[in-house]
């Protein structure tokens, strides 16, 4: 009877491991040659493609990975040109609202230190559908740092503020 309450309380531990898992593994994520320090749920995946940003052809990283059922995304580039910087980042902008087909975004408070400042950086949250007719709602963060351009995004059906804050509050530039 011993051995069956010890292996009954080890199977209950067990499983009070397993509920306490987290659909949110965060980590800190340091992608190389960013120069910014991100805090991701999840391991993201890298890959680079060449985009076009500001009437340029430039190598654009993207970090993203999926937990919680939402997708959580940094993608960064440098321009190399100051004077390209404002006009990337509102393309960046108008481009999320577009895949979205998205109504007016709403501005929320991005507090980053360390940001080079542009009127065309922030964080904003969109609300709109994919192609496929599926509701969606979005948040990203746009800056800069220097010449580096960034977007932090965060893309899913519903969004918990409780799961974005770590997100948006762990990116540094340090």
């Known amino acids: 009877m011993p051995v069956l309450r010890h292996a009954l ?3 209950l531990a067990l499983l009070g491991l397993a509920a306490c898992t987290p659909t949110l593994d965060w980590r800190e994520v ?5 120069g910014v320090v991100a805090m991701f749920p999840c391991k993201p995946d890298s890959r680079t493609r060449t985009v076009t940003l500001a009437g340029a052809a430039v190598p654009l990283t993207l970090l993203a990975c999926k937990a919680g059922g939402s997708t959580w995304a940094l993608a960064h580039a440098d321009l190399a040109d100051p004077a390209r910087v404002g006009s990337a980042l509102a393309e960046l902008r108008t481009a999320a ?9 709403v501005e929320l408070p991005l507090k980053l230190d360390g940001v080079t400042p542009n009127p065309a950086g922030g964080r904003v949250e969109l609300a709109g559908r994919l192609p496929d007719g599926t509701p969606m709602q979005e948040q990203l963060a ?8 960034f977007q932090a995004t965060v893309l899913g ?9 770590p997100f948006f509050s762990g990116l540094r530039l340090p």
């Open 157 to 165: 059906p519903r969004l918990a503020a409780d799961a974005l804050e």
């Open 9 to 11: 309380a080890c199977l």
């Open 30 to 34: 340091r992608p190389e040659g960013s």
């Open 97 to 105: 609202a577009a895949n979205l087909d998205a109504g007016a975004p």
């Open 142 to 149: 746009l800056f800069a740092k220097g010449t580096r351009v």
